[in-house]
């Protein structure tokens, strides 16, 4: 079987993409790849992380459950096209939701955690 998409990143939401990032820079000693109040993305270890701006974030409860862990997987393809149809046919639904489906395009997997689809950075 051929992939449908590499991994691309793992993404976390924060009211302070910003200070989120500086931690996890100095905790894992990432380097700044992108930074802007909206996006911050750190590369290291062969690992990208993404912090990503959410106005009205709510952290998680631990060890409850009442609001969930959070976190998304943003998957590299080189045709958004042709992945979405290759997910979709994998038992992913598409959200109805796109903030800007010329540059990556959010699913549902069947659990109905967000992923999403995204062309890597400097591609074209």
């Known amino acids: 079987m051929t992939a449908i998409a590499r991994f691309g990143a793992i993404a976390l939401d924060s009211r302070d993409a910003r200070r989120l990032a500086q931690f996890y820079q100095a905790l894992l000693d990432f380097e700044v790849r992108y930074e802007s109040d909206d996006l911050v993305v750190l590369r290291g270890s062969g690992v990208t992380l993404t912090v990503e701006?959410?106005?009205?974030?709510?952290?998680?409860?631990?060890?409850?459950?009442?609001?969930?862990?959070?976190?998304?997987?943003?998957?590299?393809?080189?045709?958004?096209?042709?992945?979405?149809?290759?997910?979709?046919?994998?038992?992913?639904?598409?959200?109805?939701?796109?903030?800007?489906?010329?540059?990556?395009?959010?699913?549902?997997?069947?659990?109905?955690?967000?992923?999403?689809?995204?062309v890597p950075p400097g591609s074209g």
């Open 53 to 118: 701006r959410v106005e009205d974030h709510i952290p998680p409860e631990w060890p409850g459950n009442r609001i969930p862990k959070q976190m998304h997987l943003d998957l590299f393809v080189t045709d958004l096209d042709v992945a979405e149809e290759a997910a979709i046919n994998c038992g992913a639904v598409k959200a109805q939701f796109q903030p800007a489906p010329d540059r990556w395009r959010v699913f549902l997997d069947p659990s109905g955690h967000p992923f999403c689809f995204t």
